[in-house]
């Protein structure tokens, strides 16, 4: 590293150029990781002036404006502390003292660079800068800089918005200190929890460059196919291991507008690309940015919503007449085999067989794909990986061209192309038998074109999937345990939306079994889009609705008792949750070692709204942690009370962070990870960390101080108070009261130290209890049926 380095190993401080859309989200982000940020934008006009003195007003509306956001850009209300706003003819000064400056400012060069201009005359000497523009080439936004500018410049491209979009394009230029591009990758990755992809200096990088062309070229394709709109957004949608939204209502999130001005900028740009034309956008498409039919910031795009006959409708817009039109749902019954299929790499090499318009499109579709790809090497990137991970992080694909090529067979992949009339570039001949990806002592490599060599990465994640099949230990149709290496086992699920029922109760003891037997520990993390959307509802539907008393306390026990097993077994148990851990998937968490939660965390108890209590722990759970955080002199009626109302009111998080403010998650014990690829290394690590200290099973708690009487009397009358008010229901009275049951300890008549088996007894008392309401059956079906909570 040059000496000049140093004060860089740790970026701090940020500075962020411009306050719109992007620069807010960009700065909200930061703020989320723990940085300081200082974000500046234009001064206010005299006329703006006059009517508010306030200089930095652009900047505070500009920043206002997004953080009442759904959902929002940050993970916690007291972050927003952590942005300083202000503007650049008074501020300007103040970047000296950031690590980092980010210009993202209005896409005009002459702009951009007066901004340049500034940040070299106040920046420190060591201070990173970049650039988010898309659309303007590096070396047109270094003209006139010095040499020692030059060298710590790069471009930066964050997708939008940066909280959620994974994808992180780095573009360095022929001056960029190579310490300086490491630099900033690793705190992208690490820090920021970006999927880091190296680009070239191209027009719209590598993900927009992909993305863009195959919208581009699904526009041209539409009025040769016999498809609707959202038959189109179904075929390109999860069934190809793509976003539910698919392509148009992709097209209308984004913003019709934003895409034409993409595309259109290609079309300029990109003078020797052989596909240039398809950035010509069809007459249907320019009339509707000239209708300002652009989606959903104006109401209407590709879909309109409207209400009829009182209920939410889409409607679809006629490409011909330009009317909207009810939408109806697809239905291809051909396709019910092929969605069986769990793998959407089986499921696309399934399509491209099909003899139908179906298969006819998706050959038109993967074809011009495959082959586009494969000209864009090494123009945009230097290797089959950049343009994977860049097109599948930037646009929500589960695989990139180059893995579904490589999974239907390189030979497949080129004949299709050809039959569908396009070229491959030539290094596809020079390809070895092993394809554009090959195994090199359990690593995935991947192919470098002008080194005709297999590289591994300097990315690799420990990852389910990637693992060698002797890896794979035991399963049984709901659970697997896979071997992580040094002592390690991992349990993951797979039914739906990763619900516990009794398969999943199986693998979790046989997990421990395995473990105890000879391993340092284990982690329970699931791949795929949730971590557990809790018990499975239908189960306890069924034997409430025949009135199995003694068959659901069993269940309900055999629960409990899987939940205490995790806490007390012999070894480390880390649960590595992300996305939904509800119900069932919240007390599961809520009962291990520790938890590695990625900063994307629903979490919630939410039994609530299907008529009952949680049932699994989590009432006693928040019993006991009620009494552990209790110290002398707090005020235990107000703390008692937002627990209860956490779990009474069925609160989820929106992030980890709100998961600890919640009560959900430790802090001190439980850990944040804001890169998801690195959840599941750092929950194995976690566990080796755990037994390299020694690890020791705890003691089951048998020291819970309940409030007894005291705490009943505030759920009895907070709880009638909302009845007489109207914000709840009889049945939801009747739930609070058995919460506040639970919760308190019983009709105690005073505080009273009791047992976690004792607190177990009345949550599952009054778990039972409720299942047997005819108002709660109700609930549940209507979940089981709808996916709606009924309230009655």
């Keep these: 590293m040059n000496k000049g380095m140093e004060n860089t190993g740790k970026i701090k401080k940020v500075a962020v150029l411009g306050s719109g859309v992007m620069g807010s989200r960009i700065a909200c982000h930061f703020a989320n990781i723990g940085c300081e940020v200082l974000l500046l934008d234009i001064l206010p006009n005299e006329e703006q002036l006059a009517i508010h003195p306030n200089r930095n007003q652009i900047t505070e509306k500009s920043l206002t404006q997004i953080l009442k956001e759904k959902p929002s850009p940050i993970y916690s209300q007291r972050f927003i502390s952590r942005i300083k706003t202000g503007n650049f003819t008074d501020d300007f000064p103040k970047i000296s003292t950031c690590d980092w400056i980010i210009e993202a400012v209005v896409e005009r060069l002459d702009i951009k660079q007066h901004i340049f201009e500034q940040v070299e005359r106040y920046k420190s000497k060591n201070a990173i800068v970049s650039t988010n523009t898309s659309g303007i080439p590096m070396h047109f936004l270094l003209e006139g800089r010095s040499e020692a500018f030059k060298s710590v410049f790069l471009g930066t491209h964050f997708f939008n918005p940066p909280r959620y979009l994974p994808l992180l394009e780095i573009i360095p230029t022929p001056f960029t200190q190579p310490e300086i591009i490491d630099l900033v990758s690793t705190f992208g990755s690490k820090r920021l929890g970006k999927e880091i992809v190296i680009c070239k200096d191209t027009p719209a990088f590598i993900a927009n460059r992909v993305g863009v062309f195959g919208i581009s070229f699904l526009f041209h394709l539409l009025p040769k196919v016999d498809f609707s709109l959202s038959e189109i957004d179904f075929l390109t949608g999860p069934l190809i291991g793509r976003p539910k939204s698919g392509t148009f209502r992709t097209c209308d999130v984004v913003g019709l507008d934003t895409l034409v001005h993409v595309a259109s900028g290609l079309h300029k740009a990109c003078l020797e690309d052989e596909s240039r034309n398809l950035f010509a956008l069809p007459d249907y498409v320019l009339k509707m940015t000239e209708l300002k039919l652009l989606g959903s910031k104006t109401k209407q795009g590709f879909y309109k919503k409207e209400v009829i006959d009182g209920k939410k409708t889409f409607l679809s817009l006629n490409l011909n007449t330009f009317e909207y039109e009810l939408s109806k749902k697809p239905k291809f019954n051909e396709l019910e085999a092929i969605l069986k299929k769990k793998n959407s790499l089986d499921r696309i090499a399934a399509l491209l067989e099909l003899n139908s318009s179906i298969g006819a499109f998706y050959r038109k579709i993967f074809g011009s794909l495959f082959a586009y790809v494969s000209h864009r090497i090494p123009e945009i990137s230097a290797d089959v990986s950049g343009i994977d991970r860049g ?68 990315y690799a994640y420990l990852s389910l999937s990637k693992l060698p099949e002797s890896a794979l230990l035991w399963t049984n149709n709901d659970t697997s345990i896979h ?8 349990l993951s699920f797979h039914t739906k939306m990763n619900t516990i029922g009794e398969g999943v109760i199986q693998g979790i003891h046989k997990a421990i079994d395995l473990a105890e037997a000879g391993y340092k520990g284990l982690v329970i993390y699931n791949e795929g889009n949730e971590f557990s959307a809790g018990a499975n509802v239908g189960l306890i539907f069924m034997l409430a609705l025949e009135q199995e008393i003694d068959e659901l306390h069993f269940a309900v026990q055999q629960f409990q008792e899987t939940m205490m097993r995790v806490r007390y077994s012999n070894i480390p148990v880390v649960v590595a949750p992300h996305n939904l851990a509800l119900g069932g998937g919240c007390e599961l968490s809520m009962h291990a070692d520790c938890v590695i939660a990625h900063t994307e965390l629903y979490m919630g108890l939410v039994e609530f709204g299907i008529g009952v209590i949680p049932g699994g722990g989590g009432t006693k759970e928040f019993a006991r942690r009620l009494s552990q955080e209790m110290k002398e002199g707090d005020i235990r009626i107000n703390r008692f009370r937002e627990r209860f109302l956490t779990v009474g009111q069925a609160k989820v998080s929106t992030s980890a962070e709100e998961a600890f403010e919640l009560g959900y998650l430790r802090r001190g014990i439980d850990q944040i990870i804001v890169n998801r690829k690195l959840q599941l290394s750092e929950a194995k690590q976690k566990v080796i960390q755990l037994y390299d200290e020694g690890y020791t099973a705890p003691l089951r708690d048998k020291h819970i ?13 907070g709880a009638n108070s909302m009845l007489s008010g109207g914000y709840m229901s009889e049945h939801d009275l009747l739930i609070s009261h058995k919460l506040g049951h639970v919760l308190c300890g019983g009709d105690l008549s005073s505080r009273t130290v009791v047992s976690e088996d004792y607190l177990l007894r009345l949550e599952r008392e009054a778990f039972v209890e409720l299942c047997m309401q005819p108002k709660t059956l109700a609930r549940m079906e209507s979940l089981l049926k709808s996916g709606k909570i009924l309230r009655n």
């Design 391 to 458: 097109v599948s992080a930037g646009f929500g694909w589960e695989y990139g061209p180059f893995e579904i090529w490589q999974h239907i067979g390189i030979e497949k992949g080129k004949n299709l192309i050809l039959s569908e009339g396009f070229t491959y570039a030539e290094w596809i001949n020079s390809l070895s038998p092993e394809g554009f990806y090959s195994q090199t002592n359990g690593v995935q490599t991947f192919y470098i074109p002008e080194k005709s060599s297999f590289q591994s990465p300097s």
């Design 483 to 490: 071997d992580l290496g040094d002592g390690v086992l991992n």
């Design 705 to 717: 101080e309940v409030m007894g009487q005291d705490g009943l009397g505030i759920v009895y009358i």
